[in-house]
């Protein structure tokens, strides 16, 4: 399975046909219907919906199709109706006039001082009335089904772009680890054999009332603890483990987010300790080198789905 971005915009519109001769006027909405989907990073799915007054009995729809298909992100979505100008203008149906002309009478039987309707009246009050039967259910449905498409595409592109960039901070962190491996066995040889000459400056100097046996296993015993001490052999298997994990991740795709954040902690847990035993300055350059890289890591794992 491909690896998705959270982050993602889309925008489709749709323009309907003329109405056939003699169809109602219903069938043919009138304006042109346009819809946009934007989304970004978050822990969960949030949907956020700006609905035209004429769309917004389809928002449950709209919500259904979008959970199928998101499971993260904060994601927004608009819809609207636009009427441009007079190529949108309904003629009004015999129907339509009949109806206008008897709610006309009935008003002024009640108030005979009411003015009369003047032509753009009518056609105001048509282009309503045509508005509020028109039915955006379907070209709605079919024009979010393409939008939603779009923007799944959009996140797949971000996400594989994404994933190529982790994999080559996972390389580096490898080259990184392969670095510090042969440092401590060195640095434990070399405080060892310090700890020898400063045992055998300080026998040169002594009066004989320290067993040689005894301080040179002293010696030796505090050599063996400053090796625990630096060792940071455990760090770097772990560090190896997590990086095979989150290589197989980013492998496998899908819904791996949450787990890539958890990992890259996990990351950052050990390189942190591997800094906090450095007894050297190769060492603790690796261990914030490491550290950079996990931390821009951190920051591109946050947008994964």
């Known amino acids: 399975m491909p690896v998705y971005s959270m982050t993602g915009y889309a925008s489709a519109q749709h323009s309907p046909g003329p109405a056939a001769a003699g169809q109602e006027a219903k069938a043919a909405a009138p304006g042109r219907l346009g819809l946009e989907i934007r989304s970004v990073n978050s822990r969960f799915l949030d949907l956020s919906f700006r609905l035209s007054e004429e769309l917004r009995q389809h928002e449950p729809a709209l919500r259904e199709l979008l959970t ?34 008897t709610l006309q009478d009935t008003i002024r039987s009640w108030l005979p001082d009411a003015k009369a309707l003047s032509v753009s009246d009518v056609i ?75 045992w055998k400056d300080a026998m040169s100097l002594a009066d004989g009332s320290t067993l040689p046996e005894a301080a040179q296993d002293r010696a030796l015993t505090e050599a063996t603890s400053f090796a625990i001490r630096i060792d940071v052999a455990e760090e770097l298997t772990r ?24 990992l890259i902690q996990e990351l950052h847990r050990e390189a942190n300790t591997m800094g906090s035993k450095s007894a050297a300055l190769e060492l603790t350059r690796i261990s914030v080198d490491m550290k950079v890289l996990i931390e821009q890591m951190r920051e591109q794992v946050q947008n994964i789905e």
Not at 76 to 93: F, I
Not at 172 to 183: C, D, F, T, V
């Open 239 to 262: 560090l190896g483990s997590h990086i095979e994990e989150i290589e197989r991740l980013v492998k496998k795709g899908g819904e791996i987010g949450k787990r890539l954040d958890f």
């Open 68 to 101: 199928a298909k998101l499971k993260r992100g904060k994601v927004e979505v608009r819809a609207g109706v636009e009427n441009s100008g007079s190529d949108t203008l309904r003629e009004p149906t015999p129907r339509m006039l009949q109806r206008l002309n």
């Open 124 to 198: 105001r009050l048509g282009s309503a009335e045509g508005g509020a039967d028109s039915d955006w259910g379907a070209p709605l449905a079919a024009l979010a089904g393409k939008t939603l498409k779009d923007l799944m595409t959009a996140r797949e592109r971000e996400g594989a772009r994404l994933a190529t960039m982790l994999n080559g901070h996972l390389a580096q962190l490898r080259e990184l680890a392969k670095q510090a491996g042969p440092l401590v066995p060195q640095l434990v040889e070399q405080q060892r054999a310090r700890f020898l000459e400063r």
